[in-house]
T-cell receptor
Framework: DTGVSQDPRHKITKRGQNVTFRCDPISEHNRLYWYRQTLGQGPEFLTYFQNEAQLEKSRLLSDRFSAERPKGSFSTLEIQRTEQGDSAMYLC???????????????FGEGSRLTVL | RKEVEQDPGPFNVPEGATVAFNCTYSNSASQSFFWYRQDCRKEPKLLMSVYSSGNEDGRFTAQLNRASQYISLLIRDSKLSDSATYLCVVNYGQNFVFGPGTRLSVLP
């Protein structure tokens, strides 16, 4: 399977704990995105990487959230001191961009569902 | 005001019906426009891009009006398998902004 993979698929944690999600994009894709989606809403942009550089972060991404893409391949999203409001589906997507162009197709993983008790 | 707004839905239509979804966006610098489809408990997938001249893909037709900052999706002869949430997506720079989605249920 050469699609976007995310791990874990489900995570249940207690409030105050730290959690980390991993995303493995499609291998030749240089762009990687993290989104958050809650029930009945569309995906909300969190952050974006071009290779290993984090180029944009949403104001939704509080200081408890951090994302990395150390070698321009897989990415991790860490949430520290989780709160109940962090409960959501965390979606990773990748795309292949050339210069300023963007094909417009984001390939999403199946998501990591977080439940904070 | 949200950056991308869509008809609230849900739309419940019989098989064979024609249904239209509307979307408006607030950022006039937006460059590219798309419709994505999301099945229940699945990830979003690209349905079609939206071009200024309008474009058609089988039973699906997308229109863009830059002056009004408005995008539409028309589905003709709807099938049961069209039941899903349709997400309007606007791109500027490298950011893709998703609307809240409009849920469609096609009934037998």
């Amino acid at each position: 399977d050469t699609g976007v993979s995310q791990d874990p698929r489900h995570k249940i944690t207690k409030r105050g704990q730290n959690v980390t999600f991993r995303c493995d994009p499609i291998s030749e894709h240089n762009r990687l995105y993290w989104y958050r989606q809650t029930l009945g809403q569309g995906p909300e942009f969190l952050t974006y990487f071009q290779n290993e550089a984090q180029l944009e972060k949403s104001r939704l991404l509080s200081d408890r959230f951090s994302a990395e893409r150390p070698k321009g391949s897989f990415s991790t999203l860490e949430i520290q001191r989780t709160e109940q409001g962090d409960s959501a589906m965390y979606l990773c997507a990748s795309s292949l961009g050339r210069l300023a162009q963007n094909t417009g197709e984001l390939f999403f993983g199946e998501g990591s569902r977080l439940t904070v008790l | 005001r949200k950056e991308v707004e869509q008809d609230p839905g849900p739309f419940n239509v019989p098989e064979g019906a024609t249904v239209a979804f509307n979307c408006t966006y607030s950022n006039s610098a937006s460059q590219s426009f798309f419709w994505y489809r999301q099945d229940c408990r699945k990830e979003p997938k690209l349905l079609m891009s939206v071009y200024s001249s309008g474009n058609e893909d089988g039973r699906f037709t997308a229109q863009l009006n830059r002056a009004s900052q408005y995008i539409s999706l028309l589905i003709r002869d709807s099938k049961l398998s069209d039941s899903a949430t349709y997400l309007c997506v606007v791109n500027y720079g490298q950011n893709f902004v998703f609307g809240p989605g409009t849920r469609l249920s096609v009934l037998p």
